[in-house]
């Protein structure tokens, strides 16, 4: 026997709560779920079969929608109009070429789809959050407008009849039936896929944090174009095979807003996110809505059924079913343990090279970064103004100054989360100050934050797989959660000391513990320089020694460091040179010595008793005349 | 030319009643960021109390204004107890979802209550028309822009003068700010949303008098109310007005000198246009979305 035995009770709910028995029973049942499916058409029912059929219909939409929604964090309402323009794709090639199965022109319809629904990703380029969702719901009911107006190739409001089956009787549904679930079929598998890759991981980065994504080499608009055009692409198949099934397309029917509003109630109900939650979603929406088609003959019962459930969605389940009963039984099983976050930290692994190894310069070497006349004004205040300064390759640079003196706006610049009103940002004698983050992070320069920025809802490791060293399919296609990119994830983690959170959700870290983390994230860039903003900031004095040590390490393999920090000891230790900011311009710089005793700094920032009071907590500054004993 | 100026007047008319419609929604997002899909809704509702009022008891729809405006009051204060108080500061895709969620089952209710036909009160002064030398003003056009001027001017007195307008300027421009200094922003936003929705009182008589309405209709009109504010700035007041102004014309031009069915169109391509290439529209300010915090 080691340790007290835990008493009998929790036993039964270890036991009923066990990861792999329920992963098990979801085997099970997405087993039988899968085969009930696939054999639905032999029931007698026809209007059951018909519900079976527009269920699917929806089911591969919300799949859809769940990775710009689910995963990149982008809601829409225009789901319903790609479903509508493969439709019409169909209809249209149908019409034109009679005699040829419309089943034909379903993967032309998905291309077209997701050749427009790019074209809608582009607009995220400019418009997050609520202007967003107003977009795709003029979009929706502009497509609506132009398939009114377009009478040549639409037929207006009259609509396109399409030829009814050229099967025999006795197939009834089947090949409808089949066609779609093979569509599901793929639409989980792109689904799932995309999930387990570096592509996905970028995603769900874009969705917790877009702008932090920039500045870890992930490059959003590429992310999201893709991600749009995926989402349409298995929708507009479908699309096609939904106007062949109902033989009748026309702008009211295909292009309503209430169509894009039942996916997205699938793909909420359901669980955004998770694999299944949408199909779920979806298969439980689309019989209350046939139930309600029945009963109250549509229109207002249905208005008030779906409005009414998006209400208590939103106020009641936002999470979704799935998520929920997820986080319910996590519930069950961790009540009564305590988590790993107040564990203490492994020690500083014994660090084989993490990085790449870099030829240290000579002494007097050429500045890595040299910033040139920068300015950045808010409104009328010039954060930062006519500043310049040089990282000297393989330095510890550190940048002091006094709170609001525009330290946190270089960084911004510098690592392109702003761009600037003037002046020139030089890295390694290119000028960087016109691109995008992430082809910055890409030239090597990587960065943390004055307070943490992980993506909460990601696991640890998650969160060290997600930068991106350089943009290519190759690397898109990298797996995430396993492979190489994992194990060198896990090699940094141990770098930094924190292997034994790897799977702990990074929100739920201390705030240190986020800093190292965020260290390790940066570290993955492979980045020539890293700007640290206050890493000692807000963290215990032994992490603070930690973080000492492993920015030294780092150095020592070659990797260069400019850092904001207002703890005075621990930048003289470390740094040198050291450039003053005040006012947005550097109004000093030498090495630490220099720098205290500079009477310029003693006004400005560090006040004229700062030595004294060095002096007597940490005896290592030397005394100089004029403190106010 | 003389057509061009009477299609101006008419389009600067019209707007000045988009202007109303729209005040109380940029106002709503101003102080606490939720863009009200349900405004539009809420707007034939009003229509539909007015025409209720009327048909009833044979009350102008100008006199009805101060009860409807009472009644909206109530309905933006309820809903905002009832729904909208528990997603603030949630993420904005919900809030839209919810109020969208609230425009689809007011129309459902509408349908229940007064049909899906189309409805429109007349009176007396609906087909009149006041000749100013060679140019045509309708009565009932006239009129309502009148008054849709002076109920934009209460609102902006109610703004600038009272505490409660102060408070809820406070709260829309800086919300912590606003709590340091003893404003309860929680009740300023219920105070908002209500009053918000009250501007609809009037709004919703104006839209009866000189527009046939039906439950169906709040999309078109949320549309263009959208476009209005998209296009101002959200959250400006002057922006909403600028705005409004601008897509009155704008619509009035299109019907003159493209074709009639093309006004529909209009809000979609303004809201699209603006939002991707000035975000921030004519009127209002970028927000600082940088890692200050």
């Known amino acids: ?629 | 030319m003389i057509s061009l100026i009477q299609t101006l007047i008419l389009g600067v008319l019209v707007g000045a009643v988009y202007a109303l419609l729209a005040s109380g929604l940029t106002l709503i997002f101003g102080v606490m960021r939720v863009i009200n899909l349900a405004h539009g809704a809420f707007a034939i509702l009003a229509a539909f109390l007015t025409y209720t009022l009327w048909s009833w008891l044979g009350l102008d729809p100008l006199l009805s204004i101060p009860i409807v405006t009472v009644a909206m009051f109530a309905v933006g204060w309820v809903v905002y107890q009832l729904a909208i108080r528990h997603v603030r500061g949630r993420h904005v895709s919900m809030t839209v979802l919810l109020t969208f969620g609230i425009s689809l089952v007011l129309e459902g209710v509408m349908g229940f209550v007064w049909g899906n036909t189309s409805h429109s009160v007349r009176t007396d002064y609906t087909d009149a028309s006041v000749q100013l030398g060679p140019f045509f003003l309708p009565e009932a056009q006239l009129i309502v822009a009148i008054v849709a001027v002076v109920v934009i001017g209460l609102l902006y007195l109610v703004l600038q003068r009272t505490w409660a307008g102060r408070a809820i300027r406070a709260a829309s421009s800086n919300e912590s700010g606003a709590l340091l200094v003893g404003v309860s922003v929680s009740s300023v936003a219920a105070l908002t949303f209500a009053i918000g929705t009250a501007t609809l009182g009037a709004g919703g008589a104006m839209i009866s008098v000189i527009y046939p309405f039906l439950p169906g209709s709040h999309d078109q009109w949320i549309a263009r109310l959208l476009a209005i504010v998209v296009l101002g700035g959200l959250g400006s007041l002057p922006g909403a007005i600028v705005g409004a102004l601008v897509i009155g014309v704008g619509e009035m031009l299109a019907t003159s000198y493209i074709g009639a069915s093309w006004p529909v169109a209009v809000p979609f391509l303004v809201i699209f246009v603006v939002l991707v290439l000035r975000p921030q529209g004519l009127m209002g300010t970028r927000l600082r979305e940088d890692a200050v915090a």
């Open chain 1, 1 to 629: 026997m080691s340790g007290p035995a835990p008493a009998a009770a929790p036993d039964w709910r270890g036991r009923l709560t066990d990861p792999v028995l329920w992963r098990w029973i979801t085997r099970a049942l997405v087993l039988v779920a899968a085969v009930v499916l696939v054999l639905f058409p032999l029931s007698p029912s026809i209007s059951a079969q018909n519900t079976v059929i527009l269920a699917l219909v929806f089911a591969i939409s919300a799949s859809g929608l769940n990775i710009i929604t689910g995963y990149a964090g982008y809601l829409s309402l225009s789901q319903g109009a790609f479903l509508g323009i493969g439709a019409y794709t169909g209809a249209i090639l149908a019409r034109a070429n009679p005699g040829v199965s419309p089943f034909v022109w379903a993967p032309v319809a998905g291309v077209v789809a997701a050749v427009v629904a790019a074209l809608l990703g582009l607009v995220t380029y400019r418009s997050r959050g609520p202007s967003f969702v107003i977009i795709t719901i003029a979009f929706t009911l502009l497509v609506q407008f132009v398939a009114r107006q377009w009478t040549g190739l639409t037929n207006g409001s009259s609509g396109i009849t399409l030829p009814l089956p050229d099967w025999p009787r006795e197939w009834g549904n089947w090949p409808f039936h089949l066609v779609l679930v093979a569509l599901l079929a793929l639409s989980l598998l792109l689904s799932w896929w995309i999930r387990r890759t570096k592509f996905g991981t970028g995603l769900i980065a874009i969705r917790e944090d877009e702008g932090k994504a920039g500045t870890i080499g992930i490059n959003a608009p590429v992310y999201k174009l893709l991600a749009f055009g995926l989402s349409a692409l298995l929708t507009g198949m479908a699309g096609s095979v939904y106007g062949y099934y109902l033989t009748f397309v026309d702008p009211s029917g295909m292009f309503a807003i209430l169509l894009s509003v039942q996916i997205v109630l699938s793909v909420i109900l359901g669980g955004r996110g998770t694999l299944f939650g949408p199909v779920l979603g979806a298969f439980i929406i689309q019989p209350l809505n046939s139930w309600a088609n029945t009963i109250g003959g549509g229109g207002n019962v249905r208005l008030v059924l779906f409005g009414g459930l998006l209400v208590l969605l939103v106020l009641l389940l936002p999470s979704g079913i799935l998520p929920s009963l997820q986080a319910l039984l996590e519930r069950i099983r961790t009540r009564g343990t305590v988590g790993l976050s107040g564990a203490r930290l492994g020690a500083v692994g014994e660090s084989p090279a993490v990085t790449t190894p870099r030829e240290r310069p000579a002494v007097a070497a050429a500045p890595l970064l040299e910033v040139r006349g920068l300015a950045k004004s808010f409104g009328g205040n010039r954060a930062v103004d006519d500043c310049s300064f040089t990282v000297p390759e393989g330095s510890i640079t550190a940048l002091i100054g006094p709170n609001g003196s525009g330290k946190t706006t270089v960084f911004n610049l510098v690592s392109g989360t702003m761009t600037p009103d003037r002046g020139e940002i030089l890295l390694g004698g290119e000028a960087i100050e016109r691109l995008s983050p992430w082809s910055r992070a890409h030239r090597g320069i990587g960065r943390t934050f004055q307070i943490t920025r992980l993506f909460k809802e990601m696991t640890v490791l998650e969160n060290v797989v997600a930068p991106l060293r350089d943009f290519s399919p190759g690397q898109l296609g990298l797996g995430a959660v396993s492979g190489a990119e994992a194990r060198r994830a896990e090699e940094l983690l141990a770098f930094v000391g924190m292997s034994a959170y790897r799977d702990a959700r990074a929100g739920s870290l201390s705030y240190g513990q986020q800093k190292l983390v965020e260290l390790a994230q940066v570290l993955v860039l492979e980045p020539r320089l890293i700007l640290l903003d206050e890493p000692a900031g807000g963290i215990n004095p032994t992490l603070i020694e930690r973080m000492g040590e492993l920015i030294r390490e780092l150095n020592r393999q070659g990797t260069t460091f400019l850092l904001v920090e207002h703890n005075m000891p621990f930048v003289l230790g470390l740094c040198d040179p050291i450039r003053v900011l005040a006012r947005g311009a550097v109004i000093a710089e030498g090495g630490p010595e220099q720098i205290q005793h500079d009477p310029l700094v003693l006004d400005a920032y560090l006040g004229d008793d700062f030595l004294l009071e060095g002096e007597s907590k940490t005896g290592a500054v030397p005394t100089v005349k004029g403190g106010r004993a």
